[in-house]
């Protein structure tokens, strides 16, 4: 059984914060990361979100994940009020799509960046590759791998490489 590699370091602690260094990318992230599915569920407020994100963000938080498809769009719409007032500068936003053609995942990203509010986005992830062949269909000639036509909108792509259900691990690309 294949084992995750442990990290070579636990990162460098800064006021209450962990910090960690994602992958290849050099850019260094909170070790946790606040998940913008409850922030869209309908039992929220709109004001009730952006406090949780900002006062994240306040705490030293800077990695925010969210999804093209949670709470149909309303997480990522709430993440993007939060993130106006240079609170977008202070953090790594990924979102993640599930569009299996080229021209789904660019319409999906194009709403993403809409609802965040943002010029771009740092980490694009597919989501739930759960089926057999999803990895032909998301890197075949003509799929979604990198479904961007305007430069500088997407600063990353990041893609499972395994089709483990539970763990997440990814490959980044630059």
Known sequence: ???????????????????????????????????GFHIGKPSRTDDDSIRLIRTAIDRGMTFMDNSWDYNDGQSEVRMGKALKH????????????????????????????????????????????????DPDRIFARGAPRKPLSKPNRLERFATPDSLAIKIRRCTFTC
């Open 86 to 133: 240079g609170y977008r500068q202070k953090v790594f936003l990924m979102t993640e799509i599930d569009g299996r053609t080229k021209e789904i995942a660019a319409r999906q990203i194009e709403t993403s960046l809409e609802r965040l509010q943002t010029d771009h986005i740092d980490l694009l992830q597919h989501h739930e590759v759960i089926r057999f062949d």
């Open 1 to 35: 059984m294949n084992q995750i590699p442990l990290t070579s370091s636990p990162g460098t602690l800064s006021g209450e914060m962990l910090y960690r260094i994602l992958g290849r990318t050099g850019e260094r992230i909170s070790a946790i990361g606040l998940s």
